[in-house]
């Protein structure tokens, strides 16, 4: 018996980025974690200081055409309507429970907000993250028919594994709920709930039956977006990435922060530009804006992953 062995299986096996074309941004990517990991090189980095963050929403999985944990939201509501029988002439629910999306998110300026606090507070963060991952494992995504956990982006994790593998340390920064991301991050990424940093919602300690536990509030404490990302990063990490990848205005900060330092640094913007094999969009986009991050990156020279240049797979094959 012969055995062969394919051209792709060979790449996968010393190729630590096979789903990226070759070309100026995987070199350059290739190119920095050579530089700061070996000891010779006059940009190294100690192991301790090897610190990378990403954005979640459109950096590492889809966020079109509606935010993830938005999307739990409205699961939620069909869950929870008949215990809320008001919620059949309420806005917005009543909008949500007859199909109508887009009169839901336009009923109020605090729509989302409204939606996402009744459906995701009240209860235990243990809970919380138990519906969380319930549902990520289980939903499907209303126009690609993938599961929801499956909307994550191939090469991206593949990024994760490459600067995990050179000892870096991985982080998740982002503008969705802690608890959320935490819920099922782990699986989806090989990141640990504490290496995430979201927003959160205000939360108090109660004790039954001689158990402590944490209890959601439906008042928003922290939104981490934006300036917040920065400042996210020093109180939860204290020490300032060397690497960054983001995909929208909401990341500038982040990015900016990473860049604007001594050292070697990588600041890096995914720009969604593939409409035939995920979505196109950015300045004039109402979810994951790009237009002033666009801009700065240009102007600073930052890396910008080109989606339908640069990704040959875009989501994984399972």
Known sequence: MVFTVTTGFVKAQTDPLPSWNDGKVKHQILSFVSSVTDPSSADFVTE???IVTFDNDGTLWAEQPIYAQLLFAFSRVGEMAANHPKWQTEQPFASLLKGDVVGALTSSPNAAEKIILTTQTGMSNNEFKSLARNWVLNSIH????KKTIDMVYAPMI????YFQNNN???YIVSGGDTQFIQAWAELAYNIP????IGSQVKQTLK???GQA??????EFKVMNNKTQKAIGILNQIGKRPIAAFGNSDGDLQMLQYTALAEGKRLSVIIHHTDEEREWKYDRKSQIGTLDKALDEANNQGWLIIDMKRDWQTIFPER
Not at 142 to 145: D, H, S
Not at 158 to 161: F, G
């Open 193 to 196: 709930p504490e290496q995430v």
């Open 48 to 50: 301790d200081n090897r």
């Open 142 to 145: 209303p126009e690609t028919g």
């Open 168 to 170: 870096f340390k991985t």
């Open 158 to 161: 593949e990024l994760i594994t």
């Open 207 to 209: 004790i039954k039956d």
């Open 213 to 218: 536990q944490i209890i959601r509030q439906p």
